[in-house]
Antibody
Framework: QITLKESGPTLVKPTQTLTLTCTFS??????????VGWIRQPPGKALEWLALILWNDDKRYSPSLKSRLTITKDTSKNQVVLTMTNMDPVDTATYYCAHRRILLGDYFDYWGQGTLVTVSS | QSVLTQPPSVSAAPGQKVTISCSGSSSNIGNNYVSWYQQLPGTAPKLLIYDNNKRPSGIPDRFSGSKSGTSATLGITGLQTGDEADYYC??????????FGGGTKLTVL
């Protein structure tokens, strides 16, 4: 069974940098064909993919947010960290991390519960 | 504005069938596999369909997926009140990487 859990601040001020940690179990990130991604969802709005890191350290970012995002992994700790710079109130959202499976197609097969991040002064 | 287009809402009576469409392009759906996610109110999304038409263990066969060209469809038969949720399609895009649809709210009348 694969489980993921997001952790980080619930409130950040505008212009600050957000750091979120995804701690997972049940699927080592060193395993070929797996990855961990970050997805966010503003209140009442749709899912928006942010970043993805794969077992081979390949990293992908949403083109619209690429300049603000950094994703890293610590395989020994089973953690993936996302940093987002220059936070703005429009970045207020629930942030999810999810396990990515890459076989025939690729998809997010397990999701964390999400963490609500509010950006306000 | 999502790259993948879904109807904002659909509705049907209990026991009936409903379909949710997801329209894309050759940059995404046309050349990649589609997945579908169910998000019940106040919860995280859950994988419903992957590789266009496969169901993860534990997903009832009332849920089905299909793909044709640059569009995909999620079908739900024998609707139950517990199916009321938001449904999202997702796939890979050659330029944008991971993309999701704008979501469809299913109401079981």
């Amino acid at each position: 069974q694969i489980t993921l859990k997001e952790s980080g601040p619930t409130l950040v001020k505008p212009t600050q940098t957000l750091t979120l940690t995804c701690t997972f179990s049940g699927s080592p990130l060193s395993t070929s064909g797996v990855g961990v991604g970050w997805i966010r969802q503003p209140p009442g709005k749709a899912l928006e993919w942010l970043a993805l890191i794969l077992w081979n350290d390949d990293k992908r970012y949403s083109p619209s947010l690429k300049s603000r995002l950094t994703i890293t992994k610590d395989t020994s700790k089973n953690q993936v960290v996302l940093t987002m710079t220059n936070m703005d109130p429009v970045d207020t959202a629930t942030y999810y991390c999810a396990h990515r499976r890459i076989l025939l197609g690729d998809y997010f097969d397990y999701w964390g519960q999400g963490t609500l991040v509010t950006v306000s002064s | 504005q999502s790259v993948l287009t879904q109807p904002p809402s659909v509705s049907a009576a209990p026991g009936q069938k409903v379909t949710i469409s997801c329209s894309g392009s050759s940059s995404n759906i046309g050349n990649n596999y589609v997945s579908w996610y169910q998000q019940l109110p106040g919860t995280a999304p859950k994988l419903l369909i992957y590789d266009n038409n496969k169901r993860p263990s534990g997903i009832p066969d009332r849920f089905s997926g299909s793909k044709s060209g640059t569009s995909a469809t999620l079908g739900i038969t024998g609707l139950q009140t517990g199916d009321e949720a938001d449904y999202y399609c997702g796939t890979w895009d050659t330029s944008l990487n991971v993309v999701f649809g704008g979501g469809t709210k299913l109401t079981v009348l």
